[in-house]
């Protein structure tokens, strides 16, 4: 397998921690883990957060050679650090003394206002659904309108570059499109996912199904894609890189409106004080927009009694993200949306001898994933029977089975490789706008990839480990790079080819004031912009391929981004700078 980077200007910065200052939060549960470790709804921030990270508490900064770069400020308080000499022997680099600069803008407002502005920003969650089950509650995550909280937010927008922004909403269509055609290239997503899956048996069962369905030749003219796309500016560069493609399960197309829409209120309530402009808040009508896509699906597929299935997990506490979907689906298009677990839709679903999904007696004619991304989702046969179930129908799925493996970060990682994406992308200014947001990405399988493993082991810092997992709190970063590749190493065998490895991105680090459980501190953070997209297609005809709105996601900047799950993430919007 070959192995290629396409890394530009790694740089490694950690933010000196700072205590949060009012409201003494707590560490929230809302980190995505309920009882059992199990992954929080699909997609969603990977947040598994230390508050104090035992390297980047001592305010280091590492930059791996060649010297330093000086990176261009973006925010307003520019701050220099003289790294101290570390006593990790894990990265050479970190024992250097290195100065680097990097960006760290100030709070938009200050703690005075945030301060007053709290109280409202509270209200105007309870009264507009900006909710979550609260996990304290009992039956919180499994009965509607029991133990809410608010979602935990950040009380203003951040900062982002506007021509950043505008550049990852270009991207979307882009991606639906790139979606779609790598999704039919049964050779290449075979050939791609052949070593991951002698090593990972989750993505071994996701290729035999498929494999099941191609073999039985089940044909879905009709395609939805409900992506979203992450993306991190790199602080050293000032290229915006994609962290993620998501095509399962993609979380807060439902709040993701609605921290918008609380920000543009908040930012207008301070217009008359400060300099803020709420124009520079850009809409958002992410729910519009996939319920759109839905029922565009629906449509094409031409039975008006039909209803929209939402396959779910058993217990789930971000379900009003949901909630919000289904009811923009009902409202604007008068079409019912039925909630089901993977479990129910085996027990209750069944396959007309024309192919239909029916389940407990009503037609399906989409089903729409918001479960079924994880192992843990398939915790015994019962499970996987009924996803074949669904693949087997002539349902319309959000996603398929081959939209989902495009979906594996090993895709990601091929789709980087020299000469992969152009394969699929003919047109060569497309193919290098897609290419400007790829961030370095290497396989780990191969003679080829012992350099870079080398690399990684040296620097860890400098590198993410990934294996095929959604959901946040799988990755290892920082020293944990190294012990975990010496250690699959050790173990011989496959191991290895279960990960990819991939460029460290370091955003510039901003000033926010984080909300949670009716606190708020400020934080210094960084954040992750994911673009949603909606793709609807019938054949050769195209019926939908746009952007449906965006989410940021706020983290304090100290994180140690493995999986200790203390949960400092927060839902975002841009204020566009
Ligand atoms: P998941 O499918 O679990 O969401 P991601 O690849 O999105 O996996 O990683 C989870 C989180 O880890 C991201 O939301 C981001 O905060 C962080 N992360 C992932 N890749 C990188 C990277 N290359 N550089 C910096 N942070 C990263
Ligand atoms: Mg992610």
């Known amino acids: 397998m070959r192995s290629s980077c396409t890394a530009r200007g790694p740089l490694a910065a950690c933010a000196l921690a700072l205590p949060g200052v009012v409201g003494g939060a707590p560490p929230s549960k809302f980190d995505g883990r309920g009882p059992g470790n199990r992954p929080r709804s699909g997609c969603d921030f990977g947040l598994a957060l230390n508050r104090r990270s035992p390297s980047c508490s001592r305010g280091l900064v590492h930059s791996p050679p060649p010297p330093p770069h000086r990176i261009a400020s973006r925010g307003s308080g520019l701050a220099t650090r003289r790294a101290t000499e570390s006593s990790s022997s894990s990265s050479s680099a970190l024992k250097e003394m290195e100065e680097v600069q990097f960006a760290e803008s100030e709070a938009l407002v200050p703690a005075g206002v945030a301060n007053d502005l709290v109280p409202e920003a509270l209200v105007w969650a309870a009264l507009h659904g900006f909710v979550v089950g609260d996990r304290s509650v009992a039956s919180s995550g499994t009965t509607p309108g029991v133990g809410m909280a608010h979602v935990p937010f950040s009380l203003l927008p951040t900062p982002i570059p506007a021509t950043a922004f505008a550049q990852a909403v270009e991207l979307s269509s882009l991606f639906n499109d790139l979606i779609d055609r790598v999704s039919l290239d049964v050779d290449f997503l075979k050939q791609a996912l052949a070593r991951t899956q002698k090593a990972d048996d989750f993505t071994a069962r996701l290729l035999s199904m498929y494999s099941t369905i191609l073999d039985e030749g089940v044909k879905q003219d009709i395609r939805l894609g409900l992506s979203r796309s992450d993306y991190m500016l790199d602080v050293a560069t000032g290229d915006l890189l994609q962290v993620e493609l998501n095509t399962i399960s993609c979380s807060y197309p439902g709040l993701g409106s609605v921290v918008s829409d609380l920000h543009k209120y908040l930012v207008t309530e301070l217009e008359s004080s400060t300099k803020l402009d709420s124009s520079r808040v850009p809409e958002n009508k992410v729910t519009e927009g996939f319920a759109k896509a839905l029922s565009l ?125 152009e394969r699929f992308v003919p047109d060569k200014q497309v193919a290098a706008s897609l290419r400007k947001c790829f961030a370095g990405l290497w396989g780990l399988e191969g003679a080829e990839s012992e350099s870079i493993i080398q690399t990684a082991i040296k620097e860890p810092h400098r590198f993410v480990l990934k294996p095929q997992r959604e959901g946040g709190g799988n990755n290892t970063y920082g020293d944990d790079v190294a012990s975990k590749l010496t250690e699959l190493i050790a173990a011989g065998g496959d191991g290895l080819a279960a990960y990819i490895l991939m460029q460290r991105i370091f955003p510039a680090v901003h000033t926010s004031y984080l909300v949670r459980r009716g606190a708020y501190s400020a934080e210094k953070t960084v954040s992750e912009l994911g673009i949603f997209g909606a793709y609807v297609r019938n054949g050769d005809r195209v019926i939908l391929n746009e952007q449906s709105g965006h989410l940021l996601r706020t983290k304090v900047s100290h994180s140690n981004e493995g999986g200790v799950a203390s949960g400092y993430a927060v839902l975002d919007s841009p204020y566009l700078s």
């Open 297 to 421: 699906a629906w449509k094409e597929y031409g039975n008006k009694s039909a209803a929209i299935l939402m396959v779910v997990q058993g217990e789930e506490w971000n379900m009003y993200d949901q909630h919000w979907l289904s009811y923009r689906v009902k409202e604007l298009y008068g079409i019912r949306v039925i909630r089901k677990t993977l479990a129910q839709v085996h027990a209750q679903g069944s396959i007309t001898a024309d192919g239909m999904l029916v389940i407990d007696g009503q037609a399906v004619s989409v089903v729409y994933y918001r479960s079924g991304y994880t192992p843990a989702d398939y915790p015994s046969e019962v499970e996987w029977e009924a996803r074949l179930l669904m693949e087997r129908s002539s349902a319309v799925k959000c996603p398929s089975i081959s939209y989902h493996l495009v979906g594996a970060k090993k895709i990601q990682q091929e789709l980087a490789l020299p000469g992969v994406l």
